[in-house]
């Protein structure tokens, strides 16, 4: 039996993080299978009845996927309850080049990236500057508070 991953983040707006994550990961809004306009309607066709899709559901992309097709598809699952503690478990966006590439230039790629995304809406919450250990990484906040690293 074969077997792929899907990677569910709950959130308030699924569009909001669509545009963030998008834009972090590289990967594109998935768009509705089937030559159907909106998931919405790719649901309705499938037979999912209406008072199951809460008001807005689907009619814009929910999901994201890689366009190189290696990547796990993400989905944004709207949920009513805000955030409450930190993540029990994150992505680390590894965009350094690992031990092999001087301490310098990682912390360079990962600064550019940390920009990057910052203007895209992520909030910085610590920056790990260790020489001692050659480690450097930033931790991060998506617009919705989700924690993840660049290293």
């Known amino acids: 039996?074969?077997?792929?991953?899907?990677?569910t983040?709950?959130?308030?707006?699924?569009?909001r993080l669509v545009a963030f994550w998008s834009e972090a990961l590289g990967y594109e809004p998935e768009?509705?299978?089937?030559?159907?306009?909106?998931?919405?309607e790719y649901w309705a066709a499938a037979g999912v009845p209406e008072e199951e899709l809460p008001a807005g559901a689907g009619d814009t992309p929910e999901s994201?996927?890689?366009?190189?097709?290696?990547?796990?598809?993400?989905?944004?699952?709207e949920v009513p309850e805000r955030k409450a503690a930190k993540?029990?478990?994150?992505l680390d966006l590894k965009v350094g080049g690992g031990r092999d590439v001087p301490l310098a230039v990682r912390a360079r790629r990962v600064a550019?990236?940390?920009?990057?995304?910052?203007?895209?809406?992520?909030?910085?919450?610590?920056?790990?500057?260790?020489?001692?250990?050659g480690h450097y990484a930033v931790l991060l906040a998506d617009p919705?508070?989700?924690e993840f690293c660049v290293v």
């Open 9 to 15: 983040i709950d959130c308030a707006d699924p569009r």
């Open 87 to 90: 993540n029990r478990i994150h």
């Open 112 to 133: 550019t990236t940390v920009e990057r995304l910052v203007g895209a809406g992520a909030g910085v919450l610590r920056i790990t500057d260790d020489p001692e250990s």
């Open 31 to 40: 768009p509705a299978p089937g030559g159907h306009a909106t998931w919405r």
């Open 144 to 146: 919705e508070g989700n």
């Open 1 to 7: 039996m074969e077997m792929t991953l899907q990677l």
């Open 64 to 77: 994201i996927v890689d366009p190189a097709g290696r990547g796990p598809r993400v989905w944004f699952q």
